[in-house]
């Protein structure tokens, strides 16, 4: 665009034609399937006169379809902790071994201890319905370190070590079978115990995630911790602060994630507490990239309507506008590497320092000031303000004035002194400016200091 003083008369005339309108697209009249990742082309052509001679302008452009969560371009938002049902209405009962699988469509199975009769295709197909692009099946498995789940309730079925290549199909399935595409990874939500133990042995649940083997539950948090180590596995404490199963030793690690929400309207101020300790005590580790310490929001969904399924939310970033599709490795890679935004509500928000994404590292020199880039989305209207907090290694050092949202998405830009070595995460709240309903829990980047 130039300088007002250097146009043409022609252009001044042409400017000053300029108007901002908007086109709306008959989505009726685009004849293939489209999903929330789909850009659609459209051409804009502009006919009119100019000095008594005709002209045309023609513009291509590409439109992406919103889905109903907030659109975070390459973030893609998604639920880390999810059950399916051991006894499915008018399929089958969970068996006891594998034989007992007759159907060819497994994602029609359930495997675990949800109490709405509900098999890991209906919970796929809920996700898809609530905007999801991907989903962490995590049923229990057995106690023991065999899991018997005969030993259990009749209606609390166990993920066994048998049926453990059948959930992988029935996950595989509901990824690739159905359209469009939601990712379902196989996991594990590992226990110490069962709950009929509960009053005698320590707690502790972790997710297993990216393990391609069955692991047992027994024992204590360390050995939980134990099995999901090594060979790209990974394991993220589930619920830390729940009553009856909350995680009792915080000595054991190396953990690489914890639910700073867990089906809850809010953070859990102890789990957050815990993951910035972890993460001051460990920051040379994160610096140099060699472990991280990732903050989940998730549902813990036993029931569709469980409060937390479909608002707890996960969105991560995987630098392309293309959601996982088929592949769980990016949606493991991501979380690995701590590229996410835990979300309490759906509403999302991103931040960057020096252009540096979540999970990642940058190099800058002591007392040096970095750039602090926040974007936001609310996901309700009735959200009509935002405000920021952004905290170094653990305390806020910079809030924003409150925010205008009128219903749209915000971004905040501020400048932060880097005295040492330290992690920047961010903060997003949103509400009525008194009351904060939703917040968003940006990961942080790590920042060395030379």
Partial sequence: MKNPDELTAEEAKIQQALKTTTL???LTQITTDTTSETAVPVTVRIMGELAGQPFIVEQQTMVFLLASLPNGGMWHPGDGH???SGEISGIISQPDDSTGYPLAARENYGFSDATDATSVLDRRNQANSRGLQWVVMTDHVGDNGGGDHMSQPAFQGRLEAEE?????AACSRATTGYYPTVTVCPGEELATKEIPEWWVLPTGHLLSYASSLYTASYGTCQNLINQTTGNARFGVIAHPFNAACGWSDWNATPWRGIEVASNQSYEDSGAVSQWDQKLLVDLSAEIAGSIRHVAMSNSDVHSSSSAGWGTNINYIYTGSYAAPGTSPDVVWNAIRQGEVTASTDGSFAAAT??????GHTLSVTRNSTVSVSVTGTPVSSSYTFARVEVRRNGYVEKTSPLI???GSNFSWLTSLQIPVDSYVRVDALYGNG????GICLVNPVFIYTY
């Fill in 24 to 26: 709306a697209v008959d």
């Fill in 82 to 84: 999810v059950h399916t």
């Fill in 164 to 168: 453990w290549s059948i959930y992988q």
């Fill in 353 to 358: 320092v020096n252009g540096t994404y979540p």
């Fill in 404 to 406: 205008s949202l009128n």
């Fill in 434 to 437: 008194a009351t904060w309903n």
